[in-house]
């Protein structure tokens, strides 16, 4: 257990519709990076929080947009989805050395 | 970021056989990493390369990063079911330390 929890697992939803996938971080860790793995694409970086702020974005849609509140948890949020966006989604924390990662939430636009 | 080439993609190897997958970049890095990710989970970080020609071991499994700093390799000494998984190389950058993936190896254990 990486002490990194992510929720859902799983999430079934059509195209157009939007989304929101929550993080929890380990205790103490300030940074929460969040990841896309898909198929085409391998595991890339998308965008990264420390202490509430945006520090550095990725590959990231515009239709995507995440946030990180006071008390550390963060969210992403993807809308106007497209079956391309099927993926494992995937959030990292970390406090300046390893990153640790949760266990995914599989997205499948149908 | 950099572009990471991993190879092999995918690997089947007999249990107790020895494998080796490997990376290279044509940049310059500091950090070389190994992650592992099994089935329905996170990666998690199995060896991490600070050093240009360091040889680092964790149990069965052991790295080096390459002298010239764009290249690293992974071996896994007798190899057993548990080590099923993708093994990704990577490396820290950026404003954020975000990690940079390789595209990952596919490793099947046989009985």
């Known amino acids: 257990d990486s002490g990194v929890t992510q929720t859902p697992k799983h999430l079934i939803t059509a195209t157009g519709q939007r989304v929101t996938l929550r993080c929890s971080p380990r205790?103490?860790?300030?940074?929460v990076y969040w990841y896309q793995q898909s198929l085409d694409q391998g595991l890339q970086f998308l965008i990264q929080y420390y202490n509430g702020e945006e520090r550095a974005k990725g590959n990231i849609l515009e239709r995507f947009s995440a946030q990180q509140f006071p008390d550390l948890h963060s969210e992403l949020n993807l809308s106007s989805l497209e079956l391309g966006d099927s993926a494992l989604y995937f959030c990292?924390?970390?406090?300046?050395?390893?990153?640790?990662f949760g266990q995914g939430t599989r997205l499948t636009v149908v | 970021g950099q572009q990471l080439n991993q190879s092999p993609q995918s690997m089947f190897i007999q249990e107790g056989e020895d494998v080796s997958m490997n990376c290279t970049s044509s940049?310059?890095?500091?950090?070389w990493l190994w992650y592992k990710q099994d089935p329905g989970e996170g990666p998690v970080l199995l060896i991490a390369?600070?050093?240009?020609?360091e040889l680092t071991s964790n149990g069965r499994l052991t790295a080096q990063f390459g002298i010239t700093r764009k290249d690293s390799f992974l071996n896994i000494s007798a190899s057993i079911p548990s080590d099923v998984g993708i093994y990704f190389c990577a490396y820290t950058g950026g404003s954020a330390r975000q990690l940079t993936f390789g595209s990952g190896t596919q490793l099947t254990v046989l009985p």
């Open positions: 205790s103490g860790d300030l940074s």
């Open positions: 990292a924390s970390s406090r300046g050395g390893e990153a640790f």
């Open positions: 390369l600070y050093k240009a020609g």
């Open positions: 940049s310059i890095f500091n950090t």
